[in-house]
Each structure stands twice: as C-alpha cells, then as structure tokens.
C-alpha cells in the first residue's frame, strides 16, 4: 500500500492531523505473511518525511526486508513455543506421579524425575536399566530398545510390566511404557521410558479376586449344606418315623421287620453319604491317604461284581463279564479301586431297566463299564462329575456323589475317568490307570482268616471308648460269644491302667478320647513293645488314615456296623490263638 503524499491520500484522512504533527510526509507497507497458515503476522512500513514515490530498487529492497521480518517474528513465535512446551514438559516431568526416565540407546539413565527416584529409593540419573529393573526385565526392554532403534521398527516400546529393584529385591511391579525421540542427522536418539506403580492396583486386584472368591466359596457353602441337608433328611424321615411307629405302638412281626429294615437301609445310606463326602473332601483338597501298589484289574473287577452280583440279580439285570484270563496289573489303591468300580457298576444296575444288561470288559490298563440304560443328554455330560448333580429324572436313588466321587478318587490314583453317552443308546464309563508289573500272591492281604472249624472265638479283649451308648453296642454285639470276656475303659489314663494290670487278645481303641489321642497311645504302646499291629483294632469316626510313623492297623469307621465288627474282632482273636 504506498500513499506517495499523505496530506492528499484519502486513506489517511482519520490519521493525517497525527501524522502531519510527527513529520511523516509518505509512507510504503508490505503485509509480512505467514503463507502456511494464511494469516498476517505484521505489517513493514517506510516512511518520508516528504511525498515520495518508491523506484524498482527501492520496492525489491522492502520486499527483501519484508521476508526478513517475517523470518525474525516466526522464529521468535517457535522460540515461545519452544520455551513454553519445554516449560510444560519440565513441570509435568516433575510434578507427575508416574517415574519417567530419559534413557539412552545403551540402556544408560541420563535423567530421572523425582517419582522414580521415590520408586527405586534413591538417585536413578547415571545408573542404568539393569540396575533398576529386575535382570530378565532390563534384558527385555534392551532388547525392546536396539529393535526401535532400526530405521524400519516402530518408535514405540511394547507395554509390559517389569519388577523395580528395591534394596536387592524386586519389591514393586511397575508397568512400562516408553517411545523413541529421535535426534538429528548422526546423533543418537533417547527414550522416554514412564513407569507406573502398580502395587496399589495389585493390592486392590488381590483384594477383589480374594473377596470374590470368597464370596463364591460362601455360595458353594450354602449350596452344598443345602444338598447335604436334603439327602440327610429323606432317610432320617424314614429312621425316625419308623422308630417312632415301633416306640408307640405294637406291631406286627412282619410290619417290625420292615420297620427295622427301613431304619438300616436308610442309616446305611446316611453312613455311605458321609464317608463319600468325606473322601471328596479328601480327594479335592490333596489330604486323602493312597496305597498305590501292583492290583490285578481282574481280581477287582470280581470282587466288585460279584459283590453286586445280588442286586443285578434282584433287578433282573444280566451282569456280563469280559476278562481276559491272563491277569492286567495296574498300580492303584486297591481299597479305592474297589470303590470306583463299586460306584460304577452299581450305578450300571441302578439305571438299567430289568431285562438289560451291565457290561464289565477289562483292557490294559483299563475298565470299561456299559450298560444299555436310557442314556444321558449331551447336555448334562459336562455336570455328572458336580457333586449331588443327578442326570434326568430317573427315579433311581442315590446321592449324586458316585461319579464324581469316583472321578476324583481315580485321578488321585493317578489316572483318568471319562464318559460316552447317547441318550436311549447307553451309558460307558471308561477307567485308566497306569500298568503295572504283576507282583506275588504272597503281597497281598493280611493273611488273617477264620478257620471252618465251627469254634466261636474265645479271648479277651479291652474297648477303649467314652461314649456309653457306643460301649453298650460292643459288649451287646459281642455277647453272642460266651467265651469272650470285655473289659471297657473311658480315657486314655484308664486304658494304660488296664494294660498295665494284664494284656488283652485284642485292643480295641477308640481315636477320640477326653484326655487325648488314641493314636498317641498306640504311638506309645509301640516303643514300648507292649503290642502288634495283629492284636489292636482302631475304631474312629474320623477319615480312618494311621499316622504315618505308625505300623499299619485294622480301621472300622463309626458308626460300628456288627456284621464288620464281628468279623474284624473274631479274625483277630483266631489269629492270636493261632500264635
């Protein structure tokens, strides 16, 4: 915009009184531009003191000092910016929460901000990576660093979390994250590495995961003490409804004898359902006792057949065997295995309407059940190993606890149990078990039996028990044999006593006393030499596992079921005579 006369040019008529009174005669602006961004940064004015007209050397001068202004305010604007980003950086550098370090190619600190050194516990510029991060850590990120540094990698660090060295130990996780600033043309670039505590939010994280685990143990609690609670009460309805009906009433021999009858039945599956869950427990929680030793897959498959042999016959169930004649050996628990193979074909029969059939084949190292029952859904496949989860609604009785029970038990054993189903095809249920190398007949059992003579047993025996209603079933069971006298103790001190006066055939000791362990005694009476394994029965209503520095025993759980009893006290009374 040149105005060659001011006092003339109709553009400066608002101005001219102040410019005449300073001098100015003419005046020359250019626009200084800021072609990028389109906008006016200033304006380069010459001034005459008279009126003037600019030449060709005069315009090409101001223009050359027009750029040259527009170059000085520009750079004087990055200048700003400069200063206030740098300002911003250092105040957030600082003042942040977050550790963030300036770290070189070669993993060296060359600057740390307050937070960090909080973190590490002391100064972190001049050290480097390894010093601050556990050693697998560092090499990490080194290794993270060396790759951003190739032209063709990425200029940002992959997240990760890293272990902070503190006094020796790598106390705090810290998660990480960093990029590549690069430098100019043959200089190295720096990382900015940031490094956030995650103690708290761990801490926090291990709360919430404990609280809810909790929770969902509670709910499992509540749960299972529901079940439990409904599969005590459908058979004590029956013990104490019929025990009611035989108290107040006289009945008929015959209605006596099913009374009775209910009330057994229904006890014994009381007694089944605890000692399944008790195994369960067991078994889930790493605490069951195993004797894994050579078994023969056939002599198990027959006595636990034949065991049921009664039932499959009395549900017109055809009970089919495929044994091999030569004997597979697996190592195993015998007692457990008998167990799942109890579990097992039982639940063949129970679930095969009459007229079918239960299949028992034994391979290596395998056992597989079949039976030509209804079947299960695909669907419920995945819940037959819950605990008290029933397939369908077939009617049959049970607990619910078999399967699972028997899946638990056989992977204890170091093997594996899994199912096939179709529904109105049939149920197979396949057991493995890791081979073994057939041992002598000589390994197994005790060796205790009670010859056919007809002789009832004879001898003494001492009953270890403080409850009273428990001493009164021992002695009454064991009255049917007039040679056979019983002394009872009450504690442990009373015992001793007993022993001291004279030694019994066969001692028979109850685990939980008033004044303490029957294990303990055992323990005792063993250094001692006062007893063998032969002449001492334990009775006990806990999970029946001796002590392992013990020698082993003969186990009855309560409650004392007779026929066992009788069984277990006369074999060993013939087995001392014998001595």
Known sequence: VIASDIRTDRRWVDFREVALDHGLGSCWSTPILDVERGVVLGTFAVYHQEPWTPEAGAADLVLRLTHVAGVAIGTAALHGELVESEARFRRTFESTGVGIALVGGD?????????????????????SLADILHPDDARDVQAAMSRALCDNAGERLPAAEVRIMVGGSDRLWAALSGSLIRAQQGRQGYFCIELFDLTERRRMAKERHERAAAEAADRAKSDLLALVS??????????????????????????????????????????????????????????????LEPVSLSESVEEATEMLAGLASEGRIDLHLD??????????????????????????????????????????GSIIVSDTGPGIAPDQIEHLFTPFHRAGDTGAEGSGLGLALSQRLTVAMGGDLSVSSEPGQGTSVRVELPSAAARGDAAK???????????????????????????????????CWPDVTVDVADTLAGARESLSASAPD???LDVELPDGNGWELLRALSEEGATQASGVVVVTAGNGVPPKDLKPVEVLGKPLLIDALLETIGRRLVSHAQT
Do not use: C
């Open 107 to 127: 993993g060296s600190v060359h600057q740390a901000n307050e937070a960090l050194a909080r973190m590490v516990e002391g100064p972190v510029s001049g050290r």
């Open 230 to 291: 409904h599969e005590l009460r459908t058979p004590l309805t029956a013990v104490i409804g019929f025990a009611q009906l035989l108290d107040r009433r006289e009945l008929a021999p015959d209605q006596q004898r099913e009374g009775i009858t209910h009330i057994l039945d229904a006890g014994h599956h009381v007694l089944r359902l605890i000692n399944d869950l008790i195994d369960l427990t067991g078994a889930e929680t790493g605490q069951l006792r195993l004797t």
């Open 323 to 364: 044994v091999p004649a030569t004997a597979r050996w697996v190592m195993a628990d015998r007692h457990r295995l008998r167990q799942v193979l109890l579990n097992l074909v039982g639940n063949g029969i129970k679930f095969t309407s009459p007229g079918g059939t239960v299949a028992v084949s034994v391979g290596p």
């Open 445 to 479: 059992g005790d060796g205790l039996t009670i010859p056919r003579t007809g002789r009832a047993p004879r001898g003494e025996i001492l009953y270890v028990e403080d409850d009273p209603v428990s001493q009164q079933l021992f002695v009454s069971a064991l009255a």
């Open 506 to 508: 066969v001692l028979v």
